[in-house]
């Protein structure tokens, strides 16, 4: 049985940094391309980040040049460091393993097979 998790959220003020981790068990996490997710209440799930099987990253505009993916396939994680946290950075944040190795169309949800539960992010001013 596949589950992934994901770890790491909490409450911080504007400016601060966080790292989430994805880990994964009944998969090898870097057999896959990983995406990272967010979402706030009443939103669809807004696509954040992918990484895949070989390093190759993408990222959202919103979050270009503040959040940063990357994997370490002995720990079988992928990790989403965030800095310079905006106030509408605030949400629910999932990571995703892609259908393949490559980031296809990573920003669509249908893309993905295997989600955590979520963890959540709170950024305070």
């Known amino acids: 049985q596949v589950q992934v998790v994901e770890s790491g959220g909490g409450l911080v003020q504007a400016g601060e940094s966080l790292r989430l981790s994805c880990t994964a068990s009944?998969?090898?996490?870097?057999?896959?391309?990983v995406g990272w997710f967010r979402q706030t209440p009443g939103k669809e799930r807004e696509g954040v980040s992918c990484?895949?099987?070989?390093?190759?990253?993408y990222v959202a505009d919103s979050v270009k040049g503040r959040f940063t993916v990357s994997r370490d396939n002995a720990k079988n994680t992928v990790y989403l460091q965030m800095n310079s946290l905006k106030l509408e950075d605030t949400a629910v944040y999932y990571c995703?393993?892609?259908?393949?190795?490559?980031?296809?169309?990573?920003?669509?949800?249908?893309?993905?097979?295997?989600w955590g539960q979520g963890t959540p992010v709170t950024v305070s001013s």
């Open positions: 995703a393993t892609h259908g393949g190795i490559w980031c296809r169309n990573w920003p669509l949800t249908s893309e993905y097979n295997y």
């Open positions: 009944g998969l090898t996490v870097g057999d896959y391309a």
């Open positions: 990484i895949n099987w070989s390093g190759g990253s």
